[in-house]
């Protein structure tokens, strides 16, 4: 019995997709069968796509609501669905593995035997995938790089989706929590840490909400939003969100350890898998030749040419800015790159752009 609802949990995580969907191999089940019990595992089978109310999960399983909601709410806690109130009624939704459900078991920060037990078998069910399909080839953006607003040149159009600051201004509630991919990296081997700042993935509005009550983050006022960015900035870390003009998360990655950018950076023109529509423009006379923007560049997209001088391989730049945060005479400015097309509106406007492009 509970073979065969992992059997069904597995092929409805397969519909579900994202970056590492439902696979019929044994890591998946040792992976689950440690993520869910067999009543969760049913109830998760029984949500439809987007929210649902927790009567209309109850009715798709056979029980009683009451008893629904109090396994929704235990498995929101794990990590295992999502939930939202609107008005006097918590709905409730099934994320896929990624993003969702490995993103939820770190953002704690904790560092449990379970958790320690999960990150392995995440880590193992991660590789076998990727060793089994190959690189996932990205066809459309499904994230987008948030360019370090002051380091954009003053004729350039800004729009407000480009700006960091518009979401820290517009979103209450705001919550922080733990980096989850370089928590899981240390929950694998405690050695295997960047140094790079941990509490700086952020979250707005529903999102947020979710995760403050669930206790996976803890709310933030904006000035603590706006320090968070500023110590990212210095740090060299790159803002990056789903690449819609609203979004409700923005993480600052590392390139070393970060799912977005490891991902984007494996294609073969990681600038076209994921940019913030800008690139740098290098002053030439104010440029002192120090090395230093190639050193911080995440994507490797500036080598040493003639003379030292840096120079830009543009199938690789993604906008970060990190190039021009970081360098000491203030020799770099980003500019509108062209052929970037402006992020889809909304979930269902990128949803259609994918499907779009895979057509
Ligand atoms: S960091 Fe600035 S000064 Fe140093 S090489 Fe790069 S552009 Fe030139
Ligand atoms: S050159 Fe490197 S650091 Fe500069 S914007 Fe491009 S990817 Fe970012």
């Given at each position: 019995m509970a073979d065969k609802i992992y059997r069904q949990?597995?092929?409805?995580?397969?519909?579900?997709?994202?970056?590492?969907?439902?696979?019929?191999?044994?890591?998946?089940?040792?992976?689950?069968?440690?993520?869910?019990?067999?009543?969760?595992?049913?109830?998760?089978?029984?949500?439809p796509q987007g929210y649902s109310p927790p009567a209309a999960i109850a009715g798709n399983i056979g029980k009683k609501e009451e008893d629904v909601v109090k396994i929704l709410e235990e498995m929101a806690y794990k990590g295992l669905c999502t939930a939202g109130r609107m008005g006097d009624t918590t709905f409730y939704g099934a994320p896929p593995f990624v993003p969702g459900?490995?993103?939820?078991?770190?953002?704690?920060?904790?560092?449990?035997?379970?958790?320690?037990?999960?990150?392995?078998?995440?880590?193992?069910?991660?590789?076998a995938v990727d060793k089994t399909r190959g690189i996932m080839k990205i066809t459309f953006p499904v994230n987008r790089v948030i360019p370090v607003t002051k380091t954009i040149k003053a004729e350039n159009r800004i729009h407000t989706y480009h700006q960091v600051k518009t979401y820290i201004e517009k979103?209450?509630?705001?919550?922080?929590?733990?980096?989850?991919?370089?928590?899981?990296?240390?929950?694998?081997?405690?050695?295997?840490?960047c140094g790079n700042p941990n509490e700086v993935c952020m979250q707005f509005g529903m999102g947020a909400q979710f995760v403050i009550d669930r206790k996976m983050?803890?709310?933030?006022?904006?000035?603590?939003?706006?320090?968070?960015?500023?110590?990212?900035?210095?740090?060299?870390?790159?803002?990056?969100?789903?690449?819609?003009?609203?979004?409700?998360?923005?993480?600052?990655?590392?390139?070393?350890?970060?799912?977005?950018?490891?991902?984007?950076?494996s294609q073969p023109k990681p600038?076209?898998?994921?940019?913030?529509?800008?690139?740098?423009?290098?002053?030439?006379?104010?440029?002192?030749?120090?090395?230093?923007?190639?050193?911080?560049?995440?994507?490797?997209?500036?080598?040493?040419?003639?003379?030292?001088?840096?120079?830009?391989?543009?199938?690789?730049?993604?906008?970060?800015?990190?190039?021009?945060?970081?360098?000491?005479?203030?020799?770099?400015?980003?500019?509108?790159?062209?052929?970037i097309t402006v992020p889809p509106v909304d979930q269902k406007a990128l949803k259609e752009a994918i499907k779009a492009s895979r057509a």
């Open positions: 949990l597995c092929e409805t995580m397969a519909k579900r997709g994202g970056i590492y969907p439902g696979m019929d191999i044994p890591e998946f089940y040792n992976l689950v069968e440690e993520l869910f019990t067999p009543e969760e595992a049913a109830v998760y089978i029984a949500i459900i490995f993103e939820f078991q770190f953002m704690r920060g904790t560092s449990t035997e379970k958790d320690i037990r999960i990150a392995k078998l995440i880590r193992s069910y991660k590789k979103y209450d509630p705001i919550a922080v929590s733990t980096c989850f991919c370089r928590h899981e990296a240390k929950l694998v081997d405690p050695a295997d840490d983050g803890r709310k933030i006022d904006k000035e603590e939003a706006l320090h968070i960015l500023e110590i990212s900035e210095e740090a060299g870390l790159v803002h990056a969100a789903i690449n819609r003009q609203e979004i409700d998360f923005l993480c600052n990655c590392c390139s070393c350890h970060c799912m977005i950018l490891k991902s984007a950076l600038g076209l898998a994921l940019s913030s529509g800008f690139m740098p423009e290098r002053n030439a006379e104010l440029c002192t030749v120090c090395g230093t923007c190639i050193e911080r560049c995440p994507a490797d997209a500036l080598t040493s040419g003639a003379d030292e001088i840096p120079e830009l391989n543009m199938d690789r730049c993604i906008g970060c800015a990190v190039c021009a945060t970081g360098c000491p005479s203030e020799a770099v400015v980003m500019i509108e790159r062209p052929g």
